[in-house]
């Protein structure tokens, strides 16, 4: 019963280098999520998929892409990484409007 | 825009001291207002949700309130075990989205 799951754990990368997070749950639920969350500035909505096809921008998207790539998974990409985008990043699925989310344990993402 | 605000940004308490997290909200149409827990590496785990002003939810130490401004989470006879951050956040209707906005959340330190 795993719920969320995120890989991996930790990252190193240098600038301008490439890498994508993996997101997967066996919730069944419609709706994923990708937030950052730095020192002071809370949990940032970069980008979600509300169901299977579709995706939208948050509050941060820029220098980010994703991929729903079918109900279960939902995958982050950094194409050119950049030191800004040090972070701890999380994964999160919600079932029905109005219901919570449920979060992964994160990806620990530094960048030199 | 929606806006949620925690306060404090961190609490120190000794075991046993009873003390309240608030949060307050600027919502158009308040579907549900969450109360979460993130121990240091992991992600935020579920505590509560609260739907409509009145409504109280109670779990172990922990009592959530809810009015049409704000949210309390009121922590009764705290031990160590219960030191995390506390977030809330906030789902209005904005276009059937459903998307939650959070606030930036309150760091407790419980002393024994």
């Known amino acids: 019963n795993a719920g969320v799951t995120q890989t991996p754990k930790f990252q190193v990368l240098k600038t301008g280098q490439s890498m994508t997070l993996q997101c997967a749950q066996d919730?069944?639920?419609?709706?994923m999520y990708w937030y950052r969350q730095d020192p002071g500035m809370g949990l940032r909505l970069i980008y979600y998929?509300?169901?299977?096809?579709?995706?939208d921008k948050g509050e941060v998207p820029n220098g980010y892409n994703v991929s729903r790539l079918n109900k279960r998974e939902f995958s982050l990409r950094l194409e050119s990484a950049a030191p800004s985008q040090t972070s701890v990043y999380f994964c999160?699925?919600?079932?029905?409007?109005?219901?919570?989310?449920?979060f992964g344990d994160g990806t620990r993402l530094s960048i030199l | 825009e929606d806006q949620v605000t925690q306060s404090p940004e961190a609490l120190r308490l000794q075991e046993g001291e009873s003390s309240s997290l608030n949060c307050s909200y600027t919502?158009?149409?308040?579907?549900?207002l969450f109360w979460y827990r993130q121990d240091p590496g992991k992600g935020p785990e579920f505590l509560f949700t609260l739907y409509s002003a009145g409504e109280e939810k109670e779990k172990e130490r922990l009592k959530a309130t809810l009015t049409k401004k704000e949210s309390f989470l009121h922590i009764t006879a705290p031990k160590p075990e219960d030191s995390a951050t506390y977030l809330c956040a906030v789902q209005a209707a904005q276009g059937g989205s459903y998307i939650p906005t959070f606030g930036r959340g309150t760091s407790l330190i419980v002393h024994p």
């Open positions: 919730m069944n639920h419609n709706s």
């Open positions: 999160a699925t919600s079932g029905p409007p109005n219901q919570p989310q449920h």
């Open positions: 998929s509300a169901s299977e096809g579709t995706t």
């Open positions: 919502v158009s149409g308040l579907r549900g």
